[in-house]
């Protein structure tokens, strides 16, 4: 869906982006991920053109964005902010009818188009159509910019820090919602972010950046177990356990879990895909409890505790770590 390639840009003679390739297939999400000033935020508005780039290409659908009108090019692209960017004196209905008028739907389709897509984002038109911004919570603006940014079923949508201003509980609600249609509508994403949490939750591969370039890109688990230099190893270190217990599910720990098969009555089921930590924070952390893990047909294989997992990955991060590291 999207190709990036071998994209710079600079300012006088400082390179603030240097030589930014990656692609993004349909119905995938990208992390852009890094400290502040890294280039990612340049390198997201360089996609939709609101920064042109000094050299490289982007193409969309295998057509670089540099043929046609940015204008047009923008509203064919869902683009999501920090600050949400609704106009404060629209209402709901109309914030999210801005892109479909400005292409010319007609009235009809363009109330169906926002009637359906807000109940995509769970907010019922009946009552929330006919609101304004000021009305609602600050998770159900970020779910109206949402909306707006997916009315028109764009193959593409940018995302440039889109939950930071949400409390945690808010937030972790409207990452899951987003997460869900992002994978219903097979849109192709390209989320800034500068939260480890939020690209390991969310994206499918992670680009790590730093001065500019791409130091190293993959899925989640590549970056915490396999890092290409210092900096990549030394950037997960402060949150690297609670981002490796992310990471790592049960089915990765069956060969080492050995369940007991012939105690599979007992216990609360639970499937091999469940990462660690939802299982650790969803549960009671007594390390007698047992549980019942089910593989991906819903067959039990046998009991376990949480004394058995907690140790299993104990072995399992061993292994993985550079050096062997506990």
């Known amino acids: 869906m999207l190709e990036v390639n071998g994209l710079v840009k600079t300012y006088g003679d400082k390179k603030v982006v240097d030589g930014v390739s990656f692609g993004v297939p349909r119905g995938t999400m990208l ?8 280039g990612k935020t340049t390198t997201l508005k360089m996609i939709n053109r609101l920064i042109e780039p ?13 043929a046609g009108d940015p ?7 869902g683009y999501v902010i920090q600050e949400n960017g609704l106009f404060p004196h629209y209402t709901v209905a109309e914030n999210v009818a801005v ?12 109330e169906t188009a926002v009637n359906d897509v807000l109940e995509q984002v769970e907010l019922d038109p009946a009552l929330f159509a006919h609101k304004y911004p000021a009305e609602l919570s600050g998770g159900q603006q970020q779910r109206v910019a949402i909306a707006r940014a997916i009315v028109t079923r764009p193959p593409l949508l940018l995302m440039d820090e889109p939950f930071s201003a ?14 869900r249609l992002i994978r219903q509508f097979e849109i192709a994403v390209v989320l800034v972010t500068h ?6 939750q969310l994206s499918d591969r992670i680009c790590l950046m730093k001065d500019g370039r791409i130091v190293q890109e993959g899925d989640a688990r590549q970056l915490l177990f396999q890092p290409n230099d210092a900096f990549a190893a030394s950037f997960f270190q402060q949150h690297r356990f609670e981002a490796e217990l992310k990471v790592t ?20 089921q ?8 939802t299982l650790l924070s969803g549960h009671s952390t007594d390390a007698s409890m047992p549980f019942i893990l089910l593989d991906e047909t819903q067959r039990p294989l046998g009991r376990v505790s949480i004394s058995h997992i907690v140790q299993a990955f104990y072995a399992y991060r061993a292994g993985q770590t550079p050096g062997g590291e506990a």
């Not at 892109?99 to 363009?110: A, F, H, M, S, T």
């Not at 939260?195 to 390991?200: F, G, K, M, S, V």
């Open 166 to 179: 949400l409390d945690p509980i808010t937030r972790g609600e409207a990452q899951q919602r987003f997460q």
């Open 195 to 200: 939260d480890l949490a939020e690209a390991i």
């Open 99 to 110: 892109v479909p008028r400005l292409n010319g739907y007609d009235e009809g389709k363009i």
């Open 54 to 66: 000094s050299a490289g290409e982007v193409l969309i659908e295998g057509r670089p964005v540099t």
């Open 71 to 77: 204008v047009l090019l923008r509203r064919s692209i």
């Open 249 to 268: 599910t049960l089915g990765d720990l069956l060969p080492m879990l050995q369940p007991d098969p012939d105690a599979a009555g007992a216990g609360d």
């Open 31 to 38: 992390a852009l991920l890094g400290e502040s000033g890294c």
């Open 270 to 277: 639970i499937a091999t895909d469940t990462d660690l930590y």
